[in-house]
């Protein structure tokens, strides 16, 4: 199932229908505005549908000769072909596993046993720790080193001449977010994979923020790897990565023996969460139904411009990141704020008292607080929409 034919628009009324914690209200009867999507989104009805009907209909381990083990047999295939269509990537490319941290490690762990000492691997500031972290152990475990790619002051985007400077023919691995989680940034990911790939290394993409609001294609950027997390594009809590095959394949996983050696299931230890796979099945059709990344794409532009504007004309509060309107389509609806010299704590505390939930602090994005000297002083608020917020909750 592909996620890019699509329609422009939906009709959002309709669409927030479809999730009842969006129909939520405080204590003053007016909706509660949801706006930490990019910490987890809302679950459609469908979506929790299709994990109790899972559950509902019995549960059983894989592999068996009876019918109910088939049908998680089916249920896992399913969910690697639906993972697939996500991703852009075959079936066998699809990796489930419990987040999108866990499986990152995962795959660190097996790619540090193929460095050497005077190996080099690239992280950037604008990721999350999730793809700065495992990266950063898998060198130290194998004697390599580690460089690190800026970001600019100005607008919080890639700084491309030191991502240029850190490429040598020693780099074995670039880890590189496709959005930021923290203040929203895309960066240029085609062109940057192309880059890395010039110098013969491996890339890996984090795609968990991006995937909320635009569509992933793993095989057309040319990347080795993306992670993404179904909970925060509606579906329930589970990892999934798409990686390819010949890594699956040639790296040898940390697994139990009697677990098969077949790509993808060595990388899949242990039970996986059957429920939550027919759940991300449930979740990439509700994508689907709502006309697909382009439709969510130009709604989240709208929303995203009317917060810009609205945003440069509140007295003492400074976007971090980029804030022209007109550069919309280089961030997602995530903004980092402050609000003059109120601690980012004290503002989410405000705002959550007029039932608008925002997160505050670095929101796992460590490096770029760190960076941008705002780590001691509280990080910032994040407010965060996708396609089922309108201008109004
Ligand atoms: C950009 C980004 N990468 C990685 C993660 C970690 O994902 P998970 O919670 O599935 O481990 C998050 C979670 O917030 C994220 O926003």
Redesign the pocket.
């Known amino acids: 199932m592909t996620i890019r034919q699509t329609a422009t628009t939906f009709d959002v009324t309709a669409v927030r229908a479809r999730f009842p914690a969006l129909a939520r209200v405080g204590a003053d009867g007016r909706p509660f505005v949801w706006a930490d999507a990019?910490?987890?989104s809302q679950t459609p009805e469908s979506v929790i549908d299709a994990v109790a009907n899972r559950m509902a209909a019995g549960a059983s381990n894989t592999h068996g000769v009876f019918p109910l083990s088939e049908e998680i047999d089916d249920v896992i295939a399913e969910a690697h072909r639906a993972g697939a269509g996500f991703l852009g990537c075959d079936p066998d490319e699809v990796v489930f596993g419990?987040?999108?941290?866990?499986?990152?490690l995962h795959l660190s762990r097996s790619f540090s046993r193929t460095l050497e000492p005077g190996d080099e691997v690239v992280v950037t500031r604008l990721?999350?720790?999730?793809?700065v972290r495992p990266w950063i152990l898998a060198a130290r475990d194998a004697g390599a080193a580690v460089r690190w790619v800026d970001v600019r002051d100005d607008d919080v985007t890639l700084d491309l001449e030191s991502f240029e400077r850190q490429l040598s023919e020693r780099t074995r691995l670039v880890a590189l977010?496709l959005?930021?989680?923290?203040v929203g940034t895309i960066p240029p990911a085609t062109e940057l994979v192309r880059r890395a790939k010039a110098v013969g290394a491996l890339v890996a993409l984090?795609?968990?923020?991006?995937a909320q609001h635009r569509a992933i294609d793993l095989h057309a950027i040319g990347a080795d790897m993306v992670?993404?997390?179904p909970?925060?594009f509606f579906g329930p809590?589970?990892?999934m990565m798409a990686v390819r095959r010949e890594l699956l394949a040639s790296w040898e996983p940390y697994k139990l023996r009697p677990a098969s050696d077949a790509v993808p299931d060595r990388w899949e230890t242990g039970t996986q969460s059957h429920e939550s796979m027919a759940g991300t099945i449930a979740a990439i059709r509700y994508i689907v139904s709502v006309g697909g990344f382009e439709a969510i794409a130009a709604h989240e532009r709208m929303l995203a411009i009317r917060f810009l504007e609205g945003i440069a004309r509140i007295p003492g509060a400074r976007l971090i990141g980029i804030g022209h309107p007109d550069r919309v389509d280089e961030r997602t609806p995530t903004f980092a704020i402050r609000v003059g010299s109120q601690h980012p704590k004290e503002t989410s505390a405000a705002l959550a008292r007029r039932g608008i939930f925002t997160w505050d602090g670095h929101?796992?994005?460590i490096e770029v607080f760190d960076r941008l000297g705002l780590l001691d002083t509280g990080g910032a608020v994040r407010v965060g929409f996708c396609h089922y917020h309108t201008c109004a909750s």
């Open positions: 990019p910490g987890g419990q987040n999108a941290t866990s499986l990152l990721d999350h720790d999730a793809n977010t959005a930021s989680n923290a984090d795609g968990v923020h991006f992670a993404t997390s909970y925060k809590h589970l990892g929101y796992y994005a």
